[in-house]
């Protein structure tokens, strides 16, 4: 989208720079005009109001005068917190202040090597959310790209060429083909000029405009305004010249500006369970300092010993590597994700897009290819309908009747009809791309479809009328070799038959009867309902009494697979929405056509009458509205925040300027990578590098899967927190010795939080996890389904080392063998639980042994780990432990493996029991 004017000599000064004047004079005269205004004024008055000279245009002085009083044309970009700032506000998350909070109590307490792993957890923890943060926070900048380097701008009465910035309100500026505007201009000379304003209005094909007033009394949306050009918009065909109204933040990009800056970015539904289970460890940490401190106090204990082991127990109750497994996780995600051509630009839109559950989309260049394309050609002989293959620009298509394909011999008058188009047309295609009016373009490629070449080098064009909102038809008149002069016109099918008084067969003419208008008006009709945008062509010797040829559909054909992805994100409950500019009749054509909109059950709603809705009235009519119609960039942020109201998570997808405010608004914005808008690209939290739809079904199976993972890590690292919080509490209660000591703990803790417990969190992504319902923003990621895992397993762990503590100390006290084997017991049993933790609902057998390579190696690591600690000397006398029997290991890892068969056993009986309701289900 960004692009400059063609010319990009190096910045020059403006012609002069005079003494600033004391106070600017009459730039305080002029008043300000918006676009609507403009557009509803004569060019004299807008002159006027503007205190201008539509021949002269401003002085030199006088246009610093105003530039003084304005400002230069560019977007002003808020001063932004420095980057120290920045990393420190990373600290104020519940679940970091928490660890800081316990990293300073184990260094209190002594324990400086807990203290060293907390802290080292925070730091990479921050600093990585800190650089994804700081790499997105460039969605303002990106505005100033649409003013483009330079322009042509009539000064002291001559055309100069000076750098955009410098325009002021009341300068004259000229335009034609490839020029972007360079402000909001009310056009005041306007020579066959069509502007491509889709990524402003969301309009596919180019409007062309006029100077007339448009005064009916009535508020005209932008895509009406047809005598005023917008800010960042290409022209494509045509020249132009007009005064500018606006510049800057005062033009209708600045309006999109100015509500981007408003907007302040959400939090995910990941960082809302973060946050809620950072706040539930922290009252449970000290629910479990007061019950530990209470109980030895009523034992007789000392004050000091039963603080020291009650924040011991807190600080093992906190999982400080949560953070570091989520993030880790998140970021595997996004490698992942830019494989499959999605390119995520903040962390945790990577989970969030797994828990949408409404997805809003634009429909030009996002649904559709942004692409016209002649579709269907009707001709009056027989009353043959063709049938164009290949959607967009590609010229290796056909043309088919009844399904064969059809040739100049075969079919002469679709061949007189695609003549007529290709000299009645004045765009070019250069290297595979349009360079005019992409209607005109797409008749061309139609042309080269059916076999025929362009022909208009072969004839001398010697007269042209242009199309017009008036007489809504465009002429040429032209000359062959032999110097015979024919009449060609194309335009709106009643147009072009209130010209024509015959129609064309195979070889002649016949008399058109009101019969034949009213047979070609109703295929008209069943065209339009189709969506299609329809133009009529005829041709003749004389242009009193044109011959009609026939009508030719264009459409913006919907992208390849994005029919199958909104079919699965419906099956897995997402709502795909549709927000366009377009008409009703085309933004309804193609939501049928995609699956998204039935009319049965369905209702679309224009951009109109969301203005005159409360904020009731539109959440009422949500649950049934699948399209949004002629809607502006105010609406859609409307939309998505009326969603967001009803508690849904809202993605937002993407390509145009005018989706910017409502991506950023949104819970996810999903911009396209190739037609996006820079505007777009930098609002955005994931971008699709193909522009495919379907790309969006591979994020929110990777967001789902990536919730599932973290899931299963809460699983394994709680219900080990569990364990090794309840057998130190019990011993504690109980009177009996400390079953494992300080350097113990800190290994189990180590085992915890490292390589076994974060390579759950890149287990493969299972594909059943798609057909899951969105997880709901407001559900806590501890349920009730994984208390009761942690509980079962941290139940088996505690009383099975226990046994064991219990079965060693009973006959001859409690050795250093016995807490070794209490120690180990316990890590075994740690072992065989994060396998069973690698799914919740399958079996081991069903996923793989081999399927997750990092789990095995971190798994094997940690055993080779145990038994060094248990059979070498050196670390034998660190942690206190004594060789052990082979026959003991034995014994160990058959008593261990009980969490494991019992984990399998439910997760069997769960799918048994799936499978008896499914059955049960298909007989009712």
Same mark, same amino acid.
């Given at each position: 989208?960004?692009?400059?004017?063609?010319?990009?000599?190096?910045?020059?000064?403006?012609?002069?720079?005079? =003494?600033?004047?004391?106070?600017?004079?009459?730039?305080? *005269?002029?008043?300000?005009?918006?676009?609507?205004?403009?557009?509803?004024?004569?060019?004299?008055?807008?002159?006027?109001?503007?205190?201008?000279?539509?021949?002269?245009?401003?002085?030199?002085?006088?246009?610093?005068?105003?530039?003084?009083?304005?400002?230069?044309? !560019?977007?002003?970009?808020?001063?932004?917190?420095?980057?120290?700032?920045?990393?420190?506000?990373?600290?104020?998350?519940?679940?970091?202040?928490?660890?800081?909070?316990?990293?300073?109590?184990?260094?209190?307490?002594?324990?400086? @090597?807990?203290?060293?792993?907390?802290?080292?957890?925070?730091?990479?923890?921050?600093?990585?959310?800190?650089?994804?943060?700081?790499?997105?926070?460039? =969605?303002?900048?990106?505005?100033?790209?649409?003013?483009?380097?330079?322009?042509?701008?009539?000064?002291?009465?001559?055309?100069? @060429?000076?750098?955009?910035?410098?325009?002021?309100?009341?300068?004259?500026?000229?335009?034609?083909?490839?020029?972007?505007?360079?402000?909001?201009?009310?056009?005041?000379?306007?020579?066959?000029?069509?502007?491509?304003?889709?990524?402003?209005?969301?309009?596919?094909?180019?409007?062309?405009?006029?100077?007339?007033?448009?005064?009916?009394?009535? !508020?005209?949306?932008?895509?009406?305004?047809?005598?005023?050009?917008? $800010?960042?918009?290409?022209?494509?065909?045509?020249?132009?010249?007009?005064?500018?109204?606006?510049?800057?933040?005062?033009?209708?990009?600045?309006?999109?500006?100015? %509500? %981007?800056?408003?907007?302040?970015?959400?939090?995910?539904?990941?960082?809302?369970?973060?946050?809620?289970?950072?706040?539930?460890?922290?009252?449970?940490?000290?629910?479990?300092?007061?019950?530990?401190?209470?109980?030895?106090?009523?034992?007789?204990?000392?004050?000091?010993?039963?603080?020291?082991?009650?924040?011991?127990?807190?600080?093992?109750?906190?999982?400080?590597?949560?953070?570091?497994?989520?993030?880790?996780?998140?970021?595997?995600?996004?490698?992942?994700?830019?494989?499959?051509?999605?390119?995520?630009? *903040?962390?945790?839109?990577?989970?969030?897009?797994?828990?949408?559950?409404?997805?809003? =989309?634009?429909?030009?260049?996002?649904?559709?290819?942004?692409?016209?394309?002649?579709?269907?050609?009707?001709?009056?002989?027989?009353?043959?309908?063709?049938?164009?293959?290949?959607?967009?620009?590609?010229?290796?298509?056909?043309?088919?009747?009844?399904?064969?394909?059809?040739?100049?011999?075969?079919?002469?008058?679709?061949?007189?009809?695609?003549?007529?188009?290709?000299?009645?047309?004045?765009?070019?295609?250069?290297?595979?791309?349009?360079?005019?009016?992409?209607?005109?373009?797409?008749?061309?490629?139609?042309?080269?479809?059916?076999?025929?070449?362009?022909?208009?080098?072969?004839?001398?064009?010697?007269?042209?009328?242009?199309?017009?909102?008036?007489?809504?038809?465009? %002429?040429?008149?032209?000359?062959?070799?032999?110097?015979?002069?024919?009449?060609?016109?194309?335009?709106?099918?009643?147009?072009?038959?209130?010209?024509?008084?015959?129609?064309?067969?195979? @070889?002649?003419?016949?008399?058109?009867?009101?019969?034949?208008?009213?047979?070609?008006?109703?295929?008209?009709?069943?065209?339009?309902?189709?969506?299609?945008?329809?133009?009529?062509?005829?041709?003749?010797?004389?242009?009193?009494?044109?011959?009609?040829?026939?009508?030719?559909?264009?459409?913006?054909?919907?992208?390849?697979?994005?029919?199958?992805?909104?079919?699965?994100?419906?099956?897995?409950?997402?709502?795909?929405?549709?927000?366009?500019?377009?008409? *009703?009749?085309?933004?309804?054509?193609?939501?049928?056509?995609?699956?998204?909109?039935?009319?049965?059950?369905?209702?679309?709603?224009?951009?109109?009458?969301?203005?005159?809705?409360?904020?009731?009235?539109?959440?009422?009519?949500?649950?049934?509205?699948?399209?949004?119609?002629?809607?502006?960039?105010?609406?859609?942020?409307?939309?998505?925040?009326?969603?967001?109201?009803?508690?849904?998570?809202?993605?937002?997808?993407?390509?145009?300027?005018?989706?910017?405010?409502?991506? *950023?608004?949104?819970?996810?914005?999903?911009?396209?990578?190739?037609?996006?808008?820079?505007?777009?690209?930098?609002?955005?939290?994931?971008?699709?590098?193909?522009?495919?739809?379907?790309?969006? %079904?591979?994020?929110?199976?990777?967001?789902?899967?990536?919730?599932?993972?973290?899931?299963?890590?809460?699983?394994?690292?709680?219900?080990? =927190?569990?364990?090794?919080?309840?057998?130190?509490?019990?011993?504690?209660?109980?009177?009996?010795?400390?079953?494992?000591?300080?350097?113990?703990?800190?290994?189990?803790?180590?085992?915890?939080?490292?390589?076994?417990?974060?390579?759950?969190?890149?287990?493969?992504?299972?594909?059943?996890?798609?057909?899951?319902?969105?997880?709901?923003?407001?559900?806590?990621?501890?349920?009730?389904?994984?208390?009761?895992?942690?509980?079962?397993?941290?139940?088996?762990?505690?009383?099975?080392? $226990?046994?064991?503590?219990?079965?060693?100390?009973?006959?001859?006290?409690?050795?250093?063998?016995?807490?070794?084997?209490?120690?180990?017991?316990?890590?075994?049993?740690?072992?065989?639980?994060?396998?069973?933790?690698?799914?919740?609902?399958?079996?081991?057998?069903?996923?793989?042994?081999?399927?997750?390579?990092?789990?095995?190696?971190?798994?094997?690591?940690?055993?080779?780990?145990?038994?060094?600690?248990?059979?070498?000397?050196?670390?034998?006398?660190?942690?206190?432990?004594?060789?052990?029997?082979?026959?003991?290991?034995?014994?160990?890892?058959?008593?261990?493996?009980?969490?494991?068969?019992?984990?399998?056993?439910?997760?069997?009986?769960?799918?048994?029991?799936?499978?008896?309701?499914?059955?049960?289900?298909?007989?009712?």
């Amino acid at each position: 989208f960004v692009g400059s004017l063609g010319r990009c000599e190096p910045a020059r000064p403006m012609q002069a720079t005079p =003494s600033p004047a004391p106070e600017p004079t009459t730039a305080e *005269k002029m008043r300000e005009v918006t676009s609507q205004q403009a557009a509803q004024m004569a060019v004299e008055d807008v002159v006027h109001a503007l205190t201008s000279n539509d021949k002269e245009g401003l002085s030199t002085t006088e246009a610093f005068r105003r530039i003084q009083l304005y400002g230069y044309n !560019e977007f002003e970009v808020h001063d932004e917190e420095p980057l120290w700032r920045k990393y420190l506000d990373q600290f104020k998350e519940p679940l970091i202040l928490l660890l800081l909070a316990s990293a300073v109590i184990s260094v209190l307490l002594g324990q400086y @090597d807990d203290a060293f792993s907390i802290t080292l957890a925070i730091v990479i923890v921050v600093t990585v959310a800190f650089v994804q943060e700081y790499r997105s926070e460039k =969605s303002l900048e990106a505005l100033n790209k649409l003013v483009p380097p330079r322009c042509h701008c009539v000064r002291d009465g001559r055309v100069q @060429d000076f750098l955009a910035r410098e325009l002021v309100p009341g300068d004259m500026v000229v335009f034609s083909v490839g020029d972007r505007i360079p402000a909001d201009v009310r056009l005041i000379e306007a020579v066959d000029l069509a502007i491509d304003e889709s990524s402003l209005t969301g309009e596919t094909v180019p409007p062309t405009k006029h100077t007339k007033i448009i005064n009916d009394g009535s !508020e005209k949306q932008l895509a009406e305004r047809r005598n005023m050009a917008f $800010l960042g918009t290409l022209v494509r065909a045509g020249r132009g010249r007009g005064i500018v109204t606006a510049t800057a933040d005062r033009t209708e990009f600045g309006i999109v500006f100015r %509500m %981007m800056e408003d907007v302040e970015d959400p939090k995910t539904p990941l960082q809302i369970s973060m946050d809620q289970l950072g706040k539930q460890l922290s009252v449970f940490s000290f629910g479990v300092i007061g019950v530990i401190v209470l109980v030895g106090l009523l034992q007789g204990r000392p004050l000091m010993g039963m603080f020291t082991i009650g924040v011991s127990l807190a600080v093992a109750a906190i999982p400080e590597g949560l953070p570091i497994v989520v993030t880790v996780t998140l970021a595997l995600g996004v490698m992942r994700m830019a494989k499959r051509n999605a390119i995520v630009r *903040k962390l945790p839109a990577v989970e969030s897009l797994g828990s949408a559950t409404v997805i809003c =989309s634009d429909k030009t260049g996002t649904l559709t290819e942004n692409a016209m394309t002649v579709t269907r050609v009707y001709v009056h002989d027989r009353g043959t309908m063709a049938t164009v293959t290949r959607a967009g620009y590609m010229e290796d298509g056909a043309v088919l009747v009844d399904g064969a394909v059809a040739t100049a011999a075969s079919q002469p008058a679709l061949a007189k009809l695609f003549l007529a188009s290709c000299l009645c047309n004045n765009a070019t295609i250069r290297d595979g791309s349009i360079v005019g009016q992409p209607t005109e373009g797409a008749l061309l490629i139609a042309l080269k479809k059916f076999g025929l070449p362009d022909v208009r080098d072969q004839h001398e064009r010697i007269m042209e009328q242009a199309f017009s909102s008036d007489h809504k038809f465009m %002429m040429v008149a032209c000359r062959n070799a032999a110097g015979a002069v024919a009449y060609y016109m194309k335009g709106t099918p009643d147009a072009v038959l209130q010209n024509c008084r015959t129609y064309w067969t195979s @070889d002649e003419a016949h008399p058109l009867t009101p019969t034949d208008v009213d047979a070609i008006q109703r295929v008209v009709r069943e065209m339009a309902v189709q969506g299609l945008r329809i133009l009529a062509v005829a041709h003749g010797s004389d242009r009193a009494g044109m011959t009609f040829l026939g009508v030719v559909g264009f459409m913006d054909p919907p992208r390849a697979g994005v029919s199958d992805a909104i079919s699965q994100l419906q099956q897995s409950g997402v709502i795909v929405t549709m927000i366009t500019g377009d008409m *009703k009749e085309t933004a309804e054509s193609i939501g049928q056509e995609l699956g998204l909109f039935d009319p049965r059950h369905h209702q679309s709603v224009s951009g109109e009458a969301l203005d005159q809705m409360n904020p009731g009235d539109l959440a009422n009519i949500l649950p049934s509205v699948r399209i949004f119609y002629r809607t502006i960039p105010r609406h859609k942020q409307s939309i998505v925040l009326a969603y967001k109201k009803l508690g849904h998570v809202v993605a937002m997808t993407g390509d145009g300027v005018n989706d910017a405010p409502a991506l *950023k608004q949104a819970d996810i914005g999903v911009s396209m990578g190739q037609s996006g808008t820079d505007v777009a690209k930098e609002a955005a939290d994931i971008i699709l590098v193909d522009d495919n739809f379907s790309t969006i %079904m591979a994020a929110v199976e990777e967001g789902k899967g990536i919730a599932y993972n973290i899931r299963n890590f809460l699983r394994f690292q709680l219900s080990t =927190s569990v364990a090794a919080l309840a057998l130190i509490s019990i011993s504690t209660v109980a009177g009996f010795p400390a079953p494992l000591n300080a350097m113990q703990i800190l290994w189990i803790n180590i085992l915890m939080d490292g390589p076994p417990a974060q390579s759950l969190g890149v287990e493969p992504v299972d594909p059943d996890v798609i057909k899951l319902p969105p997880r709901k923003a407001n559900t806590p990621i501890i349920n009730r389904a994984l208390i009761i895992n942690v509980l079962v397993a941290a139940s088996l762990i505690v009383f099975g080392t $226990l046994y064991v503590f219990w079965r060693e100390g009973a006959s001859d006290g409690f050795t250093a063998r016995d807490t070794t084997m209490t120690f180990t017991t316990f890590v075994c049993f740690d072992m065989f639980n994060a396998l069973s933790c690698r799914s919740s609902s399958k079996s081991v057998l069903q996923i793989g042994l081999l399927s997750n390579v990092p789990f095995l190696w971190a798994v094997g690591l940690s055993l080779v780990g145990q038994l060094g600690v248990i059979y070498l000397p050196p670390l034998q006398k660190i942690f206190q432990t004594e060789a052990l029997y082979f026959s003991d290991l034995a014994f160990i890892l058959c008593l261990t493996s009980s969490i494991l068969i019992v984990d399998e056993i439910r997760k069997a009986m769960r799918s048994k029991a799936r499978r008896h309701g499914a059955k049960s289900a298909e007989l009712v």
